[in-house]
């Protein structure tokens, strides 16, 4: 099983701020790494998926990168509705695994 | 707009059975895979089993392989999680999300907790 780590646990970030979250595989997932945001008492929503691809609808101030095992979620400018736990998801290889996740708070 | 809602979650005991649904609208969905991913309370992210959009391909996690079964109805655009030889490791919040890989859209959870 591929052990996605994520860090840091816990980000404070003040608003219009740049956030940076990263994701670590054990083993190459190539670029088959999606990125969810879940706020409190809600399913999680998909950011990200092929690394670097927008889902529908997510703004662009998010932005992915990385490939292999290292991988980056940035947001540019950090709004009110940012703030919440984000997860990072590998699908190159059954099983498909999460990461433990952010927990991106205001600061 | 695609719509998933999840039913039959519920307080059960050690050992005993429960079954899932969740409803899908909004899209074609024996176009799509479909999968069941589950969250224990305070805790991360379990995908756990998905099913091939005409339902003759599935796939569980070792956690539950042998005692969860996924399934779906086309005609009810419904999909299923039978759930047997429940353990207090299975409480959880559970989701029905489209997708195989990529979980694009979730519904909104049920809750099952196994407890005596």
């Known amino acids: 099983e591929i052990v996605m780590t994520q860090s840091p646990a816990t980000l404070s970030v003040s608003p219009g701020e740049r956030a940076t979250l990263s994701c670590r595989a054990s083993q190459s997932v190539s670029s088959n790494l999606a990125w969810y945001q879940q706020k409190p008492g809600q399913a999680p929503r998909l950011l990200i998926y092929d690394a670097s691809t927008w889902a529908t609808g997510i703004p662009a101030r998010f932005s992915g990168s990385g490939s292999g095992t290292e991988f980056t979620l940035t947001i540019s400018s950090l709004q009110s509705e940012d703030f919440a736990v984000y997860y990072c998801?590998?699908?190159?290889?059954?099983?498909?695994?999460f990461g433990q996740g952010t927990k991106l708070e205001i600061k | 707009q695609v719509q998933l809602v999840e039913s039959g979650g519920g307080l059960v005991k050690p050992g005993g059975s429960l079954r899932l649904s969740c409803a899908a609208s909004g899209f074609r969905f024996s176009d799509y895979y479909m999968s069941w991913i589950r969250q224990a309370p305070g805790k991360g992210l379990e995908w756990l089993s998905y099913i091939s959009g005409g339902g003759h391909f599935t796939i569980q996690a070792d956690s539950v392989k042998g005692r969860f079964t996924i399934s779906r109805d086309s005609a009810k655009n419904s999909l299923y999680l039978q759930m047997n030889t429940l353990i207090s490791e299975d409480t959880a919040v559970y989701y029905c999300?489209?997708?195989?890989?990529?979980?694009?859209?979730w519904g909104q959870g049920t809750l099952v907790t196994v407890s005596s």
């Open positions: 999300a489209r997708g195989q890989g990529l979980a694009d859209s």
């Open positions: 998801q590998q699908y190159n290889i059954w099983p498909y695994t």
